[in-house]
Structures are given as C-alpha cells and as structure tokens.
C-alpha cells in the first residue's frame, strides 16, 4: 500500500507540473504556428520542466516557511481549476495517446505495445527495487534527513541538518523529495521521486525523434534503462542521477531549440539548467557551456533579448534562492569554496580538497589529469576505453550510431557531441576523483547516440528509393521491398520475436541457470526476489552488511549496543527497521577518552550488547582512522571475555551480549 499511496503522490505532481509546462509553452510559443509539435510531444517531453517548474514554486513556499499541505493543496487545486483547459488537455492527449497505439497495434504495428509493455513492466521493477533500503550511507546520513528537515519547517533553515556544509549546499533535489514526503511520510516516496525524474528523462529523449517514436523507447530502453550504469541508482534518493538528468536534459533541450527556434525549448533549457545547478555546484560547468553554445545565436540577433531575459529569469528563478541565501548568510555563494568557509576550520577545508582532488582509488591515482602534456591525453584516453567503452556492448552500438550520424547529419548533430567530448573532458581534468561524476557526460553520450540513430532513420525516410545516396539509402529500399514482399502481421510478428528475444532472452536463461545475473542493471538477486523464489528479508540478509544484525538488535530491543565500525550504524539499523530508532545503538563517535578510560566507558554508556567485526579490518581501519579503531579493538577486547556470541553474518559480524565485570 506504500508503493500505491507513494505513486499516487508523486503522479498528482506530475500532472500539476505537466498543466504548469503546458501553461508555459502556449504563453512562450503565442504566434507560433504550430505552437508546439503535437500532444504527443509535450506529453513526453513535458515531464522534466514540469517537475522544474513544481520546483521552483515549492522553493519560493520554503523561503518563507510555506512549504506546508494546508499551504500546498489549496494552492495547487486553485492553479488546477484556474488552468483546467490545460489538465483537461493534457487528460485528452493522453487518450489520444492510447487510441494512437491501438489503431497501430491493429494495422500490424507492434511497437506501441512493445513500448507500453516495456515501459509498464520497468515502471513495476523499479517501484520493487524502490522497496529496498539503500546501501549508500548518504541517503540515510545526508539527503532523508535534509528532505525530512524541509517538511518539518515547511522550508528552509540555515543550515538546514546539523552540518555546516551539507546544510548549505544547493538542495533544489531535496526540494522535490520533500514535496513526495509531504504527503507520504516514507523514504519510498523520495526513492519513487528520482524513478520518475529517471523515466521523465527518458520519455523526453524518446520525443526528440521525429518519428517511430514507441520504436526509439525500445532503442532508450537498450541503450540507457537496461544499463548497468544508470538504473541500479535510479531508485535510490541521491541526488546524482536526478542532477545528471536535468543537466542532460538541458543540453537537449538546447539541441531542440536550435532545430525548432521555438521559444519554450530555450526557456525549458533555463528550467533545467537552473535545477541541476540549484542542485550541485559541480552542473555549474554546463552554464558555460551552453553558454558557448548560445554565443552565436546572440551575435547573430537570433535570441532576441526579450527572450534571452526570460531564460535568465527561468535559471535564477530555480538555481538563484541557493547561492542568495549563502551569500547573505555566510558572505559566500557556492559556500565553501573560494570565498570562505565561515564554521569550517581549515584544516577540515584541506583534507576535503585534497579528497575532491584526487582519485578516491587509490589504483587510479597514477593516472595524469594535466591536460597540458601529452600523458594526460594518452591516460584521458585510456580512461574513456577501458572505463566506458570497453567489453560494453551498449557503449559500442551507441559510438556507432554516433559515428554514422557524423557521416549522415554533421551539422545537426555536431553540438551534442562537442557538448558530450567536453564533460567528459572537464570531468577528467578537474573532478577525476570517481566514476560517478561522469554520469551526465556518459548519460549525454547515450543520448546523443539516439539522437544520431533517429538523424540516421530520418534521412533514410527522407530518402527516394531511386536517389543514389550510398549504401544507407540502398539498404533502406531492400528494406521496403522486404516488408512489402511479406504479409503485415507476419512481418509485426516478426519484429515481437527479435524484441522479446533482445530483452527478454536474459530473463529466459536465468530460469534454466538461476545463478547468473539475468540483467547487468540488476543487482545479484533481485530477479529472485520479483519472481518470489527469495524474500526480501533473506535477499537483504544476504546483500546488506549488518541487515540481520541490526533487525536482531530492533527486534529484540537491545541497548545500548557499541558498534564503532560503521559511521552509518544509526542510520543503518533506522533504515532496516521502517525508518525508526529508539536508541539501540550508541552514536559511532562515541570513544573512550584514552586506554584508561576503557572500563569507565564501558560502565557510563550502560553498554551491554557490541558488535565485532573480524573482515576486512584494514578497510575499516582506514575508514574510521587508525587511533579511533584500535580504541574500538581495546573496548571489545576488555569485555570479550566475559560476553556470549547472540549472532553472526556473513559479512564477518558478530553480535556478543556482555555479561558484565566479574565481582572483585
């Protein structure tokens, strides 16, 4: 019922954002005939600026602690009635959308419901991925937590979470997990948030096809959903895939705009860009590219002034509350870099430098970044090969399909892919610290291969079976005389085969071999848990380190339990449990004083119950540092003895119950 009541929430904003865009498009594109391509397309394509939109309006309520259902329902439901041709029209495109299918599927064309089925049944695996806790402490430590914080002040506080650096960092992502949260008080809600921001993505770039639209989400769904790389993430409440699919989606709206010059591409540009830099400092970098890309459009008279304030006033609408409250508050704007750091010493300011600077592996950090030398472009290279091309078949198809819509449609494709060579560039030379934060760069690289695969299809439409135009065109008319030589429906048929057989053969050989993986997107176990050969408890049990132990500790209702070796453990154990913690677990930064202390320690924090860990304990050295582990080593040491073993993992744990000193 949670998934229900959480997908219903997160609907109701979707549509309100929909009503809101297409409010805005018709007002941008007044005198433009047509206004907009067809229903279909802003249905599609509306689903991000929408969310942007909802937004900026939910930010504007937080500035002054507005962000309050008494507050947002009456609000909502007026601006609903008082665009109510909009959302009707949005209703009867929707319709349209569904009876367009239909007459297809009848005539003999299966794609529509090839896409439905596949859109339908990612839709249902994620919002039971959704279901899973997450196994990344920041969801726990830093972004439920912020979110949580937005809803019980009905807005913004500074700062907002106890931690003066991630209490005021952009959070225009938490924004939006907030206004789920608002209605349903859940952690699933904000997880369901990011797989809509996801699935918007994804619709929006299946719209920039001009047509066999339901045909381009099966190539979206092969290139990027199916993905090892995106969707494991996409349920999961960070805010690194969201951030990368706005910032993607910017550049994309960029492209639309210098295709169409229809104003509300441009402006819907400006939404998104100001989400993802209301977001992470880090999207900064795409104002200056589009930027770029812009300044010839400027010099030439074709973005008119008029229309260039309003993107300008679109950007800061949702990006500037974020750098104008740190200003005003802390004296600087992308706090607290640059220009200060008011409440961080300066030693914590250079260690997280030093952090942002270098490789997080270790293994990595031989590479050169200086891309000055000739090193550095031999190792950028390396680096693109082996860590995204390499042994991954949709990287490979996807460089293909850029590589023939170079040769089919230089010009129109040129922008996404100087844009994509770019972040990968930038990513390289000054965030080349994790994989992750090439994520808009490699989603935009995915992107712009289905822009070229549907540049390539229009130009083999657009093409005279007759007109010698090389191989492309020659094969495009064997092709035609192919579907004519055979029967409608056999040829449907046909076409279901190869489908089912690209996405569904995985599915079929994990059946016969359960052991393997079905999916590279999945993680191990997972297709156990949706066909119910596995329940969630034993599938977590087996995947999360500390699951069992801590859903003993809640169960049992243990305290105080001493567990030093993870920094998350609160955060963890109130996860596993329905998000609640009554204190079982005492704080991770909790020590003795010194080796003396040890039994004083032990006797003031009434501890009675601790957890060892016998793996990996050069890894948790280094994690927690080496003087507070061997303090952690000499506590455990001292009261083993005289404990009995409750409980181990399989990841090395152990749950001990301390008896107490003996008698003197």
């Not at 206004?35 to 509306?46: E, K």
């Not at 949005?90 to 005539?107: F, H």
């Not at 494991?232 to 295709?259: I, K, M, N």
């Not at 293909?400 to 170079?406: E, P, Y």
Request: hydrophobic letters at 55%; proline letters at 4%; aromatic letters at 14%.
């Amino acid at each position: 019922m949670t998934v229900l009541a959480a997908w219903l929430a997160v609907a109701a904003i979707l549509l309100f954002g929909l009503t809101l865009h297409r409010a805005l498009v018709l007002r941008l594109n007044r005198g433009i005939n047509p206004c907009f391509r067809d229903g279909t397309d802003l249905l599609l394509s509306g689903v991000l600026p929408g969310l942007a939109l909802v937004g900026g309006l939910a930010t504007a309520l937080g500035a002054f602690h507005l962000l309050r259902a008494e507050v947002v329902l009456p609000l909502a439901a007026m601006l609903m009635i008082w665009r109510r041709d909009d959302v009707l029209a949005i209703l009867g495109d929707l319709r349209n959308l569904r009876a367009v299918g239909v007459r297809a599927t009848a005539k003999g064309n299966p794609f529509p419901l090839l896409a439905t089925a596949a859109f339908i049944a990612l839709i249902v695996v994620m919002s039971v991925t959704a279901l899973f806790p997450a196994g990344s402490a920041d969801v726990w430590a830093f972004q439920i937590p912020l979110a949580q914080s937005i809803v019980s002040h009905g807005g913004f506080v500074s700062p907002q979470m106890n931690s003066n650096f991630y209490g005021n960092i952009p959070l225009f992502f938490n924004v939006l997990f907030a206004c789920s949260l608002l209605f349903v008080d859940h952690w699933l809600a904000a997880g369901l948030m990011n797989v809509a921001i996801f699935l918007g993505f994804l619709l929006l770039l299946t719209s920039c096809a001009y047509r066999w639209r339901a045909a381009g989400l099966l190539l979206v769904f092969f290139l990027i959903a199916f993905h090892g790389f995106f969707t494991p993430g996409a349920a999961v409440p960070l805010t690194d895939l969201p951030r990368s699919c706005f910032s993607a989606a910017a550049v994309l709206y960029l492209w639309r705009y210098l295709e169409t010059r229809r104003p509300s591409e441009i402006v819907s540009c400006a939404l998104l860009l100001g989400g993802a830099v209301g977001g992470k400092y880090t999207e900064l970098q795409m104002v200056g590219l589009i930027g770029l890309a812009l300044l010839p459009s400027i010099f030439r008279g074709k973005l008119p002034l008029s229309l260039f304030l309003t993107c300008l006033a679109a950007f800061l609408s949702l990006a500037g509350y974020w750098y104008v409250k740190n200003l005003i508050v802390l004296g600087n704007p992308i706090y607290p870099f640059f220009f200060g750091h008011p409440g961080l010493s300066d030693e914590w300011m250079a260690a997280y430098r030093v952090e942002l600077g270098r490789a997080f592996d270790p293994a990595s950090r031989v590479f050169v970044t200086d891309l000055t030398t000739r090193q550095g472009w031999h190792d950028f290279f390396f680096i693109l090969y082996y860590w995204f091309l390499d042994q991954r078949q949709y990287a490979i198809v996807a460089l293909i399909l850029i590589v023939g819509a170079l040769i089919a449609s230089f010009r129109r494709i040129f922008l996404l892919v100087a844009m994509t060579a770019a972040m990968f560039i930038i990513w390289y030379a000054v965030m080349f610290n994790h994989i992750r934060w090439a994520t808009p760069a490699y989603l935009l690289y995915f992107s712009t291969a289905y822009i070229g695969a549907s540049l390539i299809a229009e130009k083999i439409a657009t093409s005279s079976a007759a007109q010698s135009g090389g191989i492309l065109f020659e094969m495009s008319a064997r092709l035609r005389e192919g579907q004519r030589a055979v029967n409608g429906h056999l040829f449907a048929f046909a076409v279901v085969l190869v489908t089912v057989y690209v996405f569904c053969l995985p599915a079929v050989k994990f059946m016969s071999r359960p052991k393997r993986q079905p999916y590279s997107w999945m993680e191990q176990g997972v297709m156990d848990v949706l066909i119910g050969r596995q329940k969630l408890d034993d599938f977590l049990g087996a995947r999360r380190e500390g699951y069992i132990i801590y859903r003993y500790v809640a169960a049992n209702d243990l305290r105080a339990v001493f567990q030093p070796f993870d920094t998350g453990s609160t955060l963890f154990a109130a996860a596993y449990t329905g998000g609640k913690d009554k204190g079982w677990l005492l704080p991770a930064n909790i020590f003795p004083e010194s080796e003396n202390d040890v039994d004083a320690f032990i006797e003031r924090n009434h501890i009675r119950y601790f957890i060892r860990v016998t793996e990996k304990q050069q890894l948790v050295a280094d994690r927690i540092g080496a003087a507070k582990f061997a303090l952690a080593e000499k506590v455990i040491s001292r009261m083993l003895p005289e404990s009995t073993l409750l409980l181990k993992d399989g990841f090395g744990w152990e749950l001990y119950r301390f008896n107490g000193f003996p008698p003197q």
